[in-house]
């Protein structure tokens, strides 16, 4: 709302703003509380008379509650439609939880129907109001104005974004109440700018147990394997709160079917002010419904909010969460070293303290971050002795696969000392040795099953071994119709997988998700709903998983040159820092942990990107550069 972020905490300031075609919003500062005459000089003239000062916690655990508030302005008397729309436009973007400035623009008709939460609609820039052209010989008595602007994306009821971009266009209608113009018609939702949105909203990971149906007899499936789904909230509305309840209403529809929630249905807050205390340790009183449930299941309650909470409070460590009854009797108390222990969120799985890759000798080399020099690994892809194209390592770093440098086999072997290859596991049906035929790089879920796709010129196969060894099986993928897959990386919750999708010479990053049917015998697997992670990328080069609901995706815009960014998985950008560039990328890695640094081959080289750093050449000869995964 063009108010600027200031330097200390501690207060709420109504914020006036003027119609957008007359003087442009001000910017207000929390230092006019603190230096009066400056600020009067400043513009503090501008600021409305009344309004209290609110205090504000200042400590670091109410990061969303620490920056300024801002307010829309009561409408004014005699204002005319189009400023109407224009300030009530205004006032959906300030920080009021009910929208109640805002709703002072409606008539008293529309006070009772619209709803604000049920969309929002997000378009490249604030929509422009303008009178609806054309006469109206019906609407003697009231007045239309027209909303346009380009639309981006939109956030659902349940807070699931989703990149969306299409003309906007809405009508807002306006009747005089007495002799005020007041809205009686107008779309249900929020209409935002980009960068209001951006402003109000936050992506935050929820968390939801992975269901693998078919597979869940098989002991390896028996983990409490916790999946991100990422959702937008308003950052600055009770923030805690805000994101319990969204956990307890459920996963987004797009995860529905590959997740469940350790909550019994109907699960209310029976407190509705949640906030972490002194030590940062949370307590949340629950309805009813989560009373009966026993100790295990009450610890995977406590799981999915501890996750679901710090990820909204990023700024400070939780060190337990503990759940209540409505009385305030404790159900149980799960602590931070139990949830680091117990539970695997994405962000925590497969840590390595090791980045790999092939070196000039077509050997597979690790290196540490405080090596100098990469040194081969143990096994017989350590020696030399098969040249490969790709190469991914198991999770446990116990086992590596590679493809062969003609695209042609793929062997897996163990990491050990004084084993042999061994024959092919599997062999590609694509005769043809170009990069863009035969068998992808391998991938590795957290599971321990290994995935695989073959390609040649008329399409190609998603294929999954379980565990990495025995008979390959086909995955079916419905929604790659006659477009074919050119790589793939699976999450380590094996629920999530990213894939390269080829079409008419265009190359798209898709998001996928993991169904498992048939029997535990007969496993029938599919990869439903494809959905676009960057969209505006028409030529992805290459792309990484890079935490719970984060990837590294390497791409040029259409006509641009390439670029390297964080993407959330719900296709949304990142909030995750601005990576330097680099040279001619042909292939980039990341670990799961977000603390371990990027790796990329390109023209320079195997390069390193650490924290907080610059781009390093760590080998001047290599490919195919991967953490575990």
């Not at 805000?242 to 079917?257: E, F, K, M």
Request: aromatic letters at 6%.
């Amino acid at each position: 709302m063009g108010t600027e972020r200031g330097g200390e905490r501690g207060v709420d300031i109504p914020f006036r703003r003027r119609a957008r075609r007359g003087a442009g919003a001000r910017t207000v500062r929390k230092a006019v509380l603190f230096g009066c005459a400056a600020a009067l000089l400043a513009g503090c003239a501008s600021m409305p008379d009344s309004g209290d000062v609110t205090p504000v916690d200042q400590s670091p655990r109410s990061d969303g509650d620490s920056q300024v508030r801002v307010y829309g302005v009561p409408p004014q008397d005699g204002a005319q439609p189009t400023n109407i729309v224009r300030s009530f436009l205004d006032a959906t973007t300030s920080d009021e939880a009910d929208f109640r400035t805002a709703r002072m623009y409606l008539a008293k008709s529309a006070k009772r129907t619209w709803r604000p939460f049920l969309v929002t609609n997000v378009l490249q820039e604030r929509p422009k109001s303008e009178p609806q052209a054309g006469p109206n010989r019906d609407d003697a008595d009231g007045y239309t104005v027209a909303l346009s602007g380009s639309q981006v994306a939109t956030v659902d009821d349940n807070h699931a974004y989703t990149p969306e971009e299409k003309p906007y266009r809405e009508t807002i209608h306006l009747i005089k109440e007495g002799d005020q113009w007041r809205i009686d018609r107008l779309p249900n939702g929020l209409v935002l700018g980009q960068s209001d949105f951006q402003r109000i909203y936050r992506s935050v990971n929820k968390y939801y147990f992975a269901s693998y149906n078919s597979e869940s007899q098989d002991p390896k499936a028996h983990k409490n394997v916790l999946v991100a789904d990422p959702v937008y909230l308003r950052q600055r509305i009770k923030p805690i709160t805000a994101s319990v309840d969204a956990l307890l209403a459920g996963p987004t529809n797009w995860l529905n079917q590959v997740t469940s929630s350790a909550f019994p249905p109907g699960t209310r807050l029976a407190a509705r002010d949640l906030s972490l205390d002194d030590s940062n340790a949370l307590q949340v009183k629950l309805s009813k419904q989560a009373v009966s449930t026993d100790s295990a299941q009450c610890k995977r309650m406590a799981a999915q909010l501890f996750f679901t909470v710090q990820d909204m409070t990023r700024a400070s460590k939780i060190s337990q969460v503990e759940l209540q009854d409505e009385s305030g009797n404790s159900l149980c108390t799960l602590t931070q070293d139990q949830a680091d222990r117990d539970f695997a969120a994405p962000a925590r799985s497969g840590r390595s303290a090791k980045e790999y890759f092939i070196d000039a000798q077509h050997r597979v080399v690790a290196m540490s971050d405080s090596a100098t020099e990469p040194t081969p690994i143990r096994g017989p892809f350590g020696t030399g002795k098969t040249p490969l194209r790709s190469v991914a390592i198991s999770r446990g770093e116990n086992a590596a696969a590679g493809v062969s440098s003609d695209g042609r086999s793929l062997y897996v072997v163990g990491m050990q000392d004084g084993i042999e290859r061994g024959a092919p596991l599997l062999t590609s049906a694509s005769s043809d040795k170009n990069a863009d035929e035969g068998l992808t790089a391998p991938s590795w879920d957290g599971l321990d099953d290994l995935w695989i796709a073959d390609r040649d010129a008329h399409g190609s196969r998603l294929l999954r071994m379980r565990e990495g060894k025995g008979d390959a099986e086909e995955v079916a993928v419905p929604g790659l119709g006659q477009r074919r897959i050119k790589a793939i990386k699976v999450a380590a919750d094996g629920i999530r997988i990213a894939i390269l999708v080829e079409d008419k010479g265009r190359t798209t990053l898709q998001l996928g998700r993991v169904e498992r049917g048939g029997t535990s015998a007969h496993p029938v697997l599919s990869v439903q709903e494809l959905r676009p992670i960057a969209p505006q990328l028409e030529d992805v080069v290459a792309a990484s998983w890079a935490g719970g609901s984060r990837l590294v995706v390497v791409g040029r815009e259409a006509g641009g040159v390439q670029q390297m960014q964080f993407m959330e998985t719900d296709g949304s950008a990142s909030d995750a820092q601005t990576l330097p560039g680099v040279n001619g990328v042909k292939a980039v890695a990341a670990s799961e942990d977000e603390t371990r640094p990027l790796i990329a081959d390109a023209t320079e080289g195997i390069v390193r990107l650490p924290p907080d750093a610059n781009w390093k050449t760590v080998a001047k000869d290599g490919t195919a550069p991967v953490y575990p995964g």
